[in-house]
C-alpha cells in the first residue's frame, strides 16, 4: 500500500546574517531622510504655503484699480460712506516733497513702536505722519519696494465681528505682496494699530507720500520701503525676525 504524501504546506524561513548594529542603523536613517525629503518636495509642489495676506477676500483677485463713487462699505459691523475719488483734483498744482533738497534715493521708513513714518531723499528728511500699522494682523518687517501704485481700489477681509469690505481706499502703495500703505477713511485713531497689516494714513498724507514716491520702472524698482520695529533717524532701522 502506497504512502500517501502530505500535503501540509512547510514555511521555509531563510536566514540573514546578522548585520552590524551601528551601520544597520546608520542605513536606516539615510533611508529614512532621503524618504521624508521626497515626501516634503512632493507636498510643497502639491500644496504650495500660502502666502499672506493683509485683505483675506481681496489679496489674489482684485488687486487692481477701481473707482465706486457712491458705493457703501463696511468695517467691525458697522456701514461707512466710501469718499468720491475725484481724479480732476489730481491735475492741481501742489508742493512736491524734496523739491527743495539735493535729488537722492528715495526711502520710506516705517516705525512700529512710534506709529510713525518718515521720507527720506538720500540723506535728507522730507516728510513725516503718524500712521496706524497692524491689529488684527502683525505688519510685515522686513525691506520691500513699491511694487504697483493704485489711485483707488477695494479692499475686503475678515471674517464675522471682524469683517470688512471698503471700496474707494485711495492712494495705494503695496510694497509686499498686498501690505500696502493707503487712506483710511474708516477710522481716525492714527497713532495707533487700527490694520489688519497694511499702513492706514489720512488722505492729506497719503497723497503727499503717493505723489512723491516710485513704482518700478523698467528694470528700475519702486521706491524703497523699511519696516522696522524701531527707528531712530537718519537711517538706523531695528527689525526683529524680519521676512526678508
Known amino acids: 500500500m502506497r504512502k500517501k504524501r502530505s500535503t501540509r504546506k512547510v514555511r521555509r524561513i531563510r536566514s540573514f546574517p546578522k548585520k552590524d548594529g551601528l551601520l544597520y542603523i546608520l542605513k536606516v536613517y539615510v533611508v529614512a531622510m532621503v524618504i521624508g525629503g521626497l515626501v516634503y518636495t512632493g507636498g510643497s509642489l502639491l500644496f504650495p504655503p500660502k502666502q499672506p495676506c493683509a485683505n483675506s477676500k481681496t489679496c489674489q483677485s ?15 459691523g458697522r456701514q461707512v460712506i466710501a469718499p468720491p475719488v475725484d481724479l480732476a483734483m489730481d491735475n492741481r498744482q501742489t508742493a512736491v516733497l524734496g523739491s527743495s533738497v539735493p ?15 518718515y521720507a527720506y531723499e538720500g540723506d535728507n528728511k522730507v516728510f513725516q505722519a503718524v500712521v496706524s500699522t497692524g491689529k488684527w494682523n ?3 518687517v522686513g525691506n520691500f519696494n513699491i511694487w504697483t501704485k493704485l489711485r483707488s481700489t477695494r479692499m475686503s477681509g475678515g471674517e464675522g465681528a471682524d469683517y470688512y469690505n471698503l471700496p474707494n481706499v485711495q492712494y495705494v502703495m503695496y ?45 528700475q524698482q519702486g521706491t524703497a520701503v523699511s519696516v522696522c520695529n524701531q527707528f531712530t533717524e537718519p537711517n538706523n532701522c531695528v527689525q526683529v525676525d524680519p521676512v526678508n
Open 138 to 140: 502683525k505688519t510685515p
Open 62 to 76: 482684485d488687486l487692481s484699480e477701481k473707482i465706486e463713487n457712491g458705493a457703501k462699505g463696511t468695517f467691525m
Open 103 to 117: 535729488a537722492g534715493p528715495k526711502h520710506i521708513y516705517i516705525d512700529l513702536s512710534t506709529q510713525m513714518l
Open 175 to 219: 510694497f509686499y505682496h498686498d501690505f500696502g500703505l493707503h487712506t483710511a477713511y474708516w477710522h481716525d485713531n492714527f497713532g495707533h494699530p487700527m490694520s489688519h497689516g497694511c499702513i492706514n494714513m489720512r488722505l492729506i498724507d497719503a497723497e503727499t507720500l503717493y505723489n512723491w514716491a516710485d513704482g518700478p520702472k523698467g528694470k
